[in-house]
């Protein structure tokens, strides 16, 4: 898996419902506020998963880098939850 990914079709709409819903449901903090890019934390019972985060609303894009997680957590385990996020948003 790789350590970073690209998600298209993003909106600014999408976008927002992505940040509020990560923070609601797994206390993700996208840092700085309100920025295109800058880096998520989330605190989980097994360690800090931190990635980079670059939105393009021009390209509909947003781009993951993963910096730190623990090990027991798999990569492909942090995508799968970031494209169930965007599908729910994309949907609502």
Do not use: R
């Not at 097994?46 to 985060?53: I, Q, S």
């Not at 492909?76 to 994309?90: A, E, F, K, P, R």
Request: hydrophobic share 35%.
């Amino acid at each position: 898996m790789a350590k970073t990914k690209s998600f298209n079709g993003i909106t600014p709409a999408i976008w927002e419902c992505v940040k509020t819903t990560s923070f609601k449901e797994h206390g993700t903090i996208y840092a700085p506020p309100g920025a295109a890019s800058g880096t998520a934390t989330t605190n989980t019972p097994v360690g800090e998963v931190a990635l980079t985060y670059d939105y393009d609303a021009s390209a509909s894009t947003v781009n993951y880098t993963i910096v730190k997680k623990p090990f027991i957590v798999g990569e492909g385990t942090i995508w799968d939850g970031i494209q169930d996020t965007i599908n729910g948003c994309s949907n609502s």
